[in-house]
């Protein structure tokens, strides 16, 4: 048996920062990189978020524990198929995300970043896949861990990333049983 | 589509607190209960750990990011397949976890409760699943929502739980490429 807590710590090779992608049509993509960032951010390592789907209610509550705990949290992109009704201003913000995160990416200041649904600029094209990928190979730091979220994960970015989780949903309430979304839960 | 981001707020029913369960042989179990515990947080919801199984360096940034936040986060358990020599010790570390997670959730002090890596307890039989899920049924307030994590959920936890959400691992450095892991990403 072997979870995660059966590997330890070893200070012996230098630390390399891994391109871990979670997708899937289940719940846990975005909120795993949120535990993830806390962990880091317990060990005081540089930790930031691009989020590139923006809705108006749904991620309140992260955005409000990313404020407190002093996260550099940027917000960009629309909320897209739900409301927009122009798609080049859609591809605009897309792109003026990956801009941000370029340069966020690029200048090293930070230990691990957050792309959070990242996946779907590049599943309906607003950027180009192989594009980001070449630029993430040439100006990714080495030590940078990149965390990639969002439903439709590319193969060419599977095969990028160093760790792919899928989220498969089991059993779904809202499905299922018709019960409301839940603050602080779901959002 | 429908992300979690399309479900919005509305206020009209209740507030219902969900049972959640993040199983299965990938990453992201933990940290995604740890984002929703973020989320819960960052919402001022009153929220609360109970970790059953304990490991030496593994939980470290999470515990310390736990401490800091001020949430209540017990560490009960040993680490058991790995380091236990001795299972009755083991039975009895969890016992002890179920009976202050049963305080914990019976006298209605937090909104949010992980009942972290509980499955391997009902797995393994150190804990009777159908006296648990009674129990449940009878003492969890009706608001609280309660995550529990880890592998070999048991189907009749699956039966009992509103969202069940299966994390699969399609790519993996340590098995694929011997890379060692990473403090902050890891653990």
């Known amino acids: 048996m072997a979870t995660s807590s059966s590997h330890l710590l070893t200070n012996r090779a230098p630390a390399r920062g891994l391109v871990i992608v ?55 992109g629309d909320g897209f ?20 995160a370029q340069e966020r990416i690029s200048d090293g200041r930070y230990d691990v970043l957050i792309l959070d649904e990242f996946t779907y600029a590049l599943h309906y094209g607003w950027l180009d896949t192989h594009e980001v990928i070449d ?20 193969p060419a970015l599977i095969d990028y990333a160093d760790l792919v989780t899928e989220m498969t949903e089991i059993k779904h309430p809202y499905n299922d049983q018709g019960i409301r979304a839940q603050p602080g839960i779901e959002f």
Not at 81 to 98: F, I, L, P, Y
Request: no cysteine; hydrophobic share 40%.
């Open 22 to 76: 979670n997708t899937g049509n289940g719940k846990g993509k975005t909120t795993a990189a949120l535990g993830v960032l806390l962990r880091a951010w317990g060990r005081d390592m540089r930790v930031g978020v691009v989020q590139f789907l923006k809705s108006e209610h749904a991620r309140f509550g992260e955005i409000v524990a990313g404020r407190r705990l002093g996260i550099d949290w940027i917000i960009t």
């Open 81 to 100: 198929t739900w409301t927009s009704r122009d798609m080049n201003e859609t591809v605009a913000r897309a792109r003026h995300g990956w801009r941000l």
């Open 135 to 154: 630029w993430l190979k040439a100006h990714k730091p080495p030590s940078l861990h990149l965390i990639i979220t969002g439903r439709y994960a590319p």
